[in-house]
């Protein structure tokens, strides 16, 4: 069985520590069909990895959950 992977990487504004990262990858992470989430604060990027291409407005809704904004795909 082989699973197909999307990756999308998103820019990510207001990210400055450890705990922001935490927090913006917690939200995706509950995203269906989002496999991982790794988030780096210095560089605002967040690089999702899902079995389908994710709707922008669903990741954005989840980094405002967060209390980030989602800049766009990168």
């Keep these: 069985m082989t699973a197909q992977t999307v990756t999308a990487t998103y820019q990510v504004t207001g990210m400055s520590c450890a705990h922001c990262e935490g927090s913006v990858s917690s939200e995706i992470s509950e995203i269906p069909g989002v496999s991982s989430v790794k988030a780096v604060a210095s560089t605002g990027e967040v690089t999702v990895l899902s079995a389908a291409p994710l709707d ?7 980094t405002d959950e967060a209390g980030f904004e989602l800049a766009g795909k990168v």
Excluded: G, M, S, T
């Design 56 to 62: 922008e407005d669903a990741v954005r809704a989840a």
